[in-house]
């Protein structure tokens, strides 16, 4: 997955962060993909996991909307899970060529990409679609 402006994501002390195209010290991490089949498949609900599906990505409750996490959990048991996989479900919708992931368990809520390299990915409330919201999906062989 890349940012709006091509940067891969990676992985560093427990987050998904934005790389920096110039740096050497970063190197863009794989992420799994697997259908939720018990949402509406309409919506291409979709769980994303790292670390060759041992990962996965959440969005967790707190005091003021979710938080995006990583949790230990297999990304096959999730895809069998059925309606508990909700929370780390994102729905996928297209737009050209690059997509906007919206949180299953939180309608209106979108990962998005900072402004800044080497900061984390988040969640974000939001009406109209920017580019900080947009990503790309680069499938590996």
Excluded: H
């Excluded at 002390?13 to 790389?19: A, I, R």
């Amino acid at each position: 997955i890349k940012d709006a402006e091509q940067k891969p994501l990676y992985l560093r002390n427990d987050q998904l962060l934005v790389g920096d195209p110039n740096s050497e010290f970063y190197g863009a991490e794989k992420v799994c993909v697997l259908p939720n089949r018990s949402l509406d498949r309409n919506k291409f609900p979709i769980i994303m996991g790292i670390q060759d599906g041992s990962r996965c990505l959440a969005c967790v409750e707190s005091g003021e909307g979710p938080l995006l996490q990583l949790q230990d959990v297999n990304i096959e048991e999730l895809y069998k899970g059925g309606e508990e996989a909700t929370r780390f479900t994102f729905f996928r919708s297209s737009s050209g060529s690059t997509f906007q992931l919206e949180s299953a368990a939180w309608p209106g809520w979108f990962l998005e990409a900072p402004t800044e390299p080497q900061e984390p990915v988040k969640l974000t409330k939001e009406s109209e679609p920017s580019p900080r919201t947009q990503f790309y999906f680069e499938q590996s062989r």
